[in-house]
């Protein structure tokens, strides 16, 4: 089956700094979507990316649809303590429109 | 708006019960997709409804688990004679056209003693 493979797994960050994860799926995808889950809730969506090479901000966040189109990264700006979660990546086909295939996700700790 | 609407948010059921799961999809919403997640990994895909059909169900075990979206009323993912290994969340998607964006719910927590 599918598969994806995130990292890094977890991030142990100061408050202030930079983050950045990445995707790399052994096939193509028309779609790369990032989502934060945090704890006892449903995943949340943060970034949808549509074409390959395409760059998408959303306030401090940005991600990337790579030109294979096998593979995305998220950079999180300025770390906040609020950004503590757990971020997953997410691809989808072309003929499975519906179903997405989902990483195991970053675990991300933000110390103030 | 209402979001996607779960229900119940945590359920406990012995071996060999049974359990029922609802979803409510967003208003406007006629696609609804059901996800499992264990401890510590990715949420993984189980099945694609639109309202009465069954459109992709290629990661649902082939017994004991069903799922449907009837025409009036929310999406159920049953699944009969539970087992410890089927402890998990189970998460619930909408979305108003099949290439658009997924809303997830809160999910439901389902632990088998």
């Known amino acids: 089956g599918q598969q994806l493979n995130q990292s890094p797994q977890s991030m142990f960050i100061q408050e202030g700094e930079d983050v950045s994860m990445n995707c790399t799926s052994s096939?193509?995808?028309?779609?790369w979507l990032w989502y934060k889950q945090d704890p006892g809730e449903g995943p949340v969506l943060l970034i949808a990316l549509y074409k390959a090479g395409e760059l998408t901000s959303n306030g401090r966040l940005t991600a990337q649809f790579g030109i294979t189109r096998k593979d995305s990264f998220l950079n999180i700006s300025a770390s906040i303590p609020s950004d503590v979660g757990i971020y997953f990546c997410?691809?989808?086909?072309?003929?499975?429109?519906?179903?997405?295939?989902f990483g195991d996700g970053t675990t991300l700790t933000v110390k103030p | 708006n209402a979001g996607v609407m779960q229900n119940p948010r945590h359920l406990v059921r012995r071996r060999g019960q049974e359990a029922r799961l609802r979803c409510s999809p967003m208003k406007g919403h006629s696609h609804v997709y059901w996800y499992r997640q264990l401890p510590e990994e990715g949420l993984k895909f189980m099945v694609y409804?639109?309202?009465?059909?069954?459109?992709?169900e290629s990661g649902m075990p082939k017994e004991r688990f069903s799922a449907e979206f009837p025409k009036e009323g929310p999406s159920i993912l049953r699944i009969q004679q539970v087992v410890r290994g089927d402890s998990a969340a189970y998460f619930c998607?909408?979305?108003?056209?099949?290439?658009?964006?997924?809303?997830f719910g809160p999910g439901t927590r389902l632990t088998v003693t």
């Open positions: 998607a909408s979305s108003p056209l099949e290439i658009y964006e997924q809303y």
């Open positions: 997410a691809g989808r086909h072309g003929t499975n429109a519906g179903k997405s295939t």
């Open positions: 096939s193509i995808f028309n779609t």
């Open positions: 409804l639109q309202k009465e059909n069954i459109i992709d």
